[in-house]
């Protein structure tokens, strides 16, 4: 079964503290991953995705198909990193994505 | 505003009764989705239409139904109305018919009472 999984959701740290947002999938294909954000009265729209291997924002996802997990990391959390995120999942063949169920990191001064 | 617009923003309404929600993807954009996000299940993608033509179905309720149109809007009609279908439905574009950027809409908030 495809599934998305992020185990937090609320992650809670200072400025300035790394962060790491986990998510796990189950597929049974070669995966494409993304991690997708939603900002406080924004849309949800798409981070970065796992083939680009580019850092946005300051964030770096790397997928570990051994592990099936695609954690979303970033060194030094700022404040304006504040918002939720979704871990997702394209279905190749048919070309929708499977979200994960968010997690809300909260970036404290 | 050339990105994807939904309307109504809100929407109450009584069980049982019948609602249609209206997505316009954005300039270019032949593919169009929707997704259902509710606090316990999250967001759900329910079907996705492309140039017209149903594309793929995912969770959706059998009193759930879609369409494209020519001009490639989509309405999504959502009938015999339960309170669990409360939630913020949302519709998404993009270029084609198998991409993972996709562009969201603001959502529809539905409030069945």
Redesign the interface.
């Known amino acids: 079964a495809q599934r998305v999984t992020q185990p937090e959701k609320l992650l809670s740290v200072f400025k300035g503290a790394p962060v790491e947002l986990k998510c796990n999938y189950s597929y049974s294909g070669s995966p494409e991953l993304f991690w997708y954000v939603q900002y406080s009265r924004q849309r949800l729209q798409l981070l970065l995705r796992h083939i680009s291997r580019e850092s946005i924002k300051g964030f770096t996802a790397d997928l570990n198909k051994g592990e099936t997990s695609f954690h979303l990391k970033k060194p030094f959390a700022q404040e304006e990193d504040s918002a939720m995120y979704y871990c997702a999942l394209l279905v190749g063949s048919q070309g929708n994505l499977i979200f994960g169920k968010g997690t809300k990191l909260s970036v404290k001064p | 505003d050339s990105?994807?617009t939904q309307t109504p923003k809100h929407l109450i309404t009584a069980t049982g009764q019948r609602v249609t929600l209206r997505c316009s993807p954005r300039s270019g954009d032949l593919?169009v989705?929707w997704?259902q996000q509710s606090l316990d299940?999250?967001?759900?993608?329910l079907i996705?239409y492309?140039n017209g033509e149903e594309?793929?179905k995912?969770n959706i309720l059998e009193r759930f139904s879609a369409q494209q149109f020519p001009d490639l809007h989509s309405e999504l009609n959502l009938s015999s109305l339960e309170l669990g279908d409360s939630a913020l439905y949302?519709c998404?574009s993009?270029a084609?018919?198998?991409?993972?950027?996709?562009?969201?809409?603001?959502g529809t908030r539905l409030t069945v009472t």
């Open positions: 990105g994807v593919s989705y997704y299940q999250g967001l759900q993608f996705q492309y594309r793929a995912g949302f998404a993009s084609t018919f198998n991409s993972y950027e996709q562009y969201f809409g603001p």
